[in-house]
């Protein structure tokens, strides 16, 4: 056991849940544990945004991607960069001016159906799952790695934590240890790149000229074509990548966590700056894991190549900064895995128990109740599944949860604010297309099944080549909310649609609200 990472490991937990317990004397009411009484700054919310998103998959999964497979383990830096542009000009304005506390409220701002919130509802708990599985892995594996501890109880650990830190902090809490956690990771990712960049002279022509012949790769390093050699996947993952950010739920709910559409829109500006420059520095971790790790160290630590950081930081500055990246890389995970717990919960207690079952005439005790142990189920299903998917790369876990999200939700949320016609049915049929398309091309995927024994979780022949499904359940979950709307006879007021575009671009409340 490395009892120097252990000790940091312990002060890093130590300071989230001394967060959690001044967040917890500032939650009681239902705005409070959602939103954080909207009360974050456009700066505080952007890097609440920017650790939300720098999550295990960017940190281990990219360095360790560029590392093992070069130039295409930079796609998912440059699909999570662009995919904020979307966010910016598209959903965050919007998203603030008709929701309240989840993304089903912006869509029953439209059309208030319970059916529309319950599969709304769904959405948010499924890819959230779908997420979480890929933060757990990782946690698991740099526990696993640092102090010894089985694989199991690793996740069982972070488990623990990121409930800990929702039940009784709610998005105070989850905010702040985001904040912390994007700092902290910045920090660590700058020093190990300058060390890097150090070590080619500060000369990025050198760098790349000398990657040529630092794995066993060769040229090939440099040039696409090494993981992803079906054009179509990698378009597909692209796409996901691309169009997935603006339909994922624990980014979604950010922006109610500012006052206005106003500071939303600068916090997206503030995370895009953040982000961008994050990803830049994953191009050293991975050229560094790679020259002064090496492929067969990366490989022997964990075969997705999800330890390359860690590994990178020790060669680079002994315990010491193996230690500090890899309490970093724990930050990280429960960061991120506490908003995605936060995301399911609020969906659960909001759209569903409160809405639904109780008919909107649940107390604010009683949703935060219902919220804090939605939570705990929540986190109950993701330890279990993550559980068997310890082999799997989490950039790709991460990928696949990109892609429903962009099936089964952008969508929906661009005809809610653009297309007059667009009705309940067709909310309905699209958002129900794009997850359950995502999923079944996943099930029948060669992430799920491979002739190889002990490559996938299956050992089998795979019904599709694709390794990510966007580029037919994007279309799919488009296709699904148009002729939902074209075939079903019902119209939705018209003046209710004007009062949707109006209230998106100034949030000015009409009649119907």
């Known amino acids: 056991m490395?009892?120097?990472?252990?000790?940091?490991?312990?002060?890093?937990?130590?300071?989230?849940?001394?967060?959690?317990?001044?967040?917890?004397?500032?939650?009681?009411?239902?705005?409070?544990?959602?939103?954080?009484?909207?009360?974050?700054?456009?700066?505080?919310?952007?890097l609440a945004i920017a650790g939300d998103y720098m999550s295990a998959a960017s940190f281990l999964g990219i360095a360790g991607m560029i590392a093992l497979s070069g130039f295409d383990g930079f796609f998912y830096s440059i699909g999570f960069l662009v995919a904020y542009l979307v966010v910016l000009y598209i959903v965050a304005?919007?998203?603030?001016?008709l929701g309240k506390y989840t993304m089903a409220d912006m869509i029953a701002a439209r059309f208030n159906a319970k059916k529309v919130r319950g599969v709304a509802a769904l959405n948010t708990i499924s890819i959230s799952i779908f997420y979480m599985i890929a933060q757990l892995v990782g946690?698991?594996?740099?526990?696993?790695?640092?102090?010894?501890?089985?694989?199991?109880?690793?996740?069982?650990?972070?488990?623990?934590?990121?409930?800990?830190?929702?039940?009784?902090?709610?998005m105070t809490a989850t905010s702040w240890v985001q904040i912390v956690k994007a700092l902290l990771l910045m920090v660590g990712t700058f020093i190990i790149s300058i060390i890097v960049f150090s070590k080619f002279d500060f000369n990025v022509l050198k760098m790349f000229s000398e990657m040529q012949s630092a794995t066993p790769l060769g040229e090939k390093f440099l040039n696409p074509g090494n993981k992803f050699t079906?054009?179509?996947?990698?378009?597909?993952?692209?796409?996901?990548?691309?169009?997935?950010?603006?339909?994922?739920?624990?980014?979604?709910?950010?922006?109610?966590?500012?006052?206005?559409?106003?500071?939303?829109?600068?916090?997206?500006?503030?995370?895009?700056?953040?982000?961008?420059?994050?990803?830049?520095?994953?191009?050293?971790?991975?050229?560094?894991?790679?020259?002064?790790?090496?492929?067969?160290?990366?490989v022997e630590a964990n075969a997705a190549g999800n330890m390359a950081a860690p590994l990178l930081a020790q060669v680079l500055g002994g315990d010491f900064l193996f230690a500090f990246v890899s309490a970093v890389a724990?930050?990280?995970?429960?960061?991120?895995?506490?908003?995605?717990?936060?995301?399911?919960?609020?969906?659960?207690?909001?759209?569903?128990?409160?809405?639904?079952?109780?008919?909107?005439?649940?107390?604010?005790?009683?949703q935060v109740v219902a919220a804090r142990w939605a939570s705990v189920g929540v986190a109950v299903i993701?330890?279990?599944?993550?559980?068997?998917?310890?082999?799997?790369?989490?950039?790709?876990?991460?990928?696949?949860?990109?892609?429903?999200?962009?099936?089964?939700?952008?969508?929906?949320?661009?005809?809610?604010?653009f297309w007059k016609r667009f009705n309940t049915a067709g909310a309905i049929t699209g958002m129900l297309t794009g997850l359950l398309s995502s999923l079944i091309l996943v099930a029948i995927s060669p992430n799920i099944w491979s002739p190889e024994a002990g490559a996938a979780i299956f050992?089998?022949?795979?019904?599709?080549?694709?390794?990510?499904?966007?580029?037919?359940?994007?279309?799919?979950?488009?296709?699904?909310?148009?002729?939902?709307?074209?075939?079903?006879?019902?119209?939705e007021p018209e003046a209710k649609f004007d009062e949707i575009v109006v209230r998106a671009n100034t949030g000015i409340k009409g009649e119907y609200n």
């Open 382 to 417: 993701s330890i279990i599944l993550a559980l068997f998917a310890q082999k799997m790369n989490v950039a790709f876990l991460v990928a696949l949860a990109f892609a429903v999200a962009a099936s089964a939700n952008l969508p929906i949320i661009l005809f809610t604010i």
């Open 93 to 97: 304005e919007p998203l603030r001016n």
């Open 139 to 170: 946690a698991g594996a740099l526990i696993n790695l640092l102090l010894g501890i089985d694989y199991i109880w690793s996740v069982l650990i972070v488990g623990t934590l990121m409930t800990i830190y929702v039940v009784f902090g709610g």
């Open 330 to 366: 724990f930050a990280t995970i429960l960061a991120v895995v506490a908003g995605l717990v936060l995301s399911a919960a609020s969906a659960f207690a909001h759209d569903f128990y409160s809405h639904i079952l109780r008919k909107g005439k649940a107390t604010e005790k009683e």
């Open 2 to 46: 490395n009892l120097l990472a252990f000790s940091l490991f312990l002060v890093i937990v130590a300071l989230t849940l001394v967060i959690t317990f001044v967040a917890s004397k500032r939650t009681k009411t239902t705005s409070d544990f959602y939103t954080a009484d909207g009360s974050l700054t456009g700066w505080q919310n952007g």
């Open 459 to 491: 050992t089998g022949t795979p019904l599709i080549s694709l390794t990510n499904p966007g580029i037919i359940s994007i279309p799919l979950g488009f296709l699904g909310a148009f002729l939902g709307t074209v075939v079903s006879r019902k119209k």
């Open 230 to 298: 079906n054009p179509l996947d990698n378009i597909s993952l692209n796409l996901a990548l691309v169009l997935g950010t603006a339909g994922l739920p624990h980014i979604l709910i950010r922006f109610f966590t500012v006052k206005d559409a106003i500071t939303a829109r600068k916090s997206v500006v503030y995370a895009t700056w953040i982000i961008g420059i994050f990803y830049v520095m994953t191009i050293f971790l991975g050229f560094g894991a790679a020259a002064f790790v090496g492929y067969d160290r990366i």
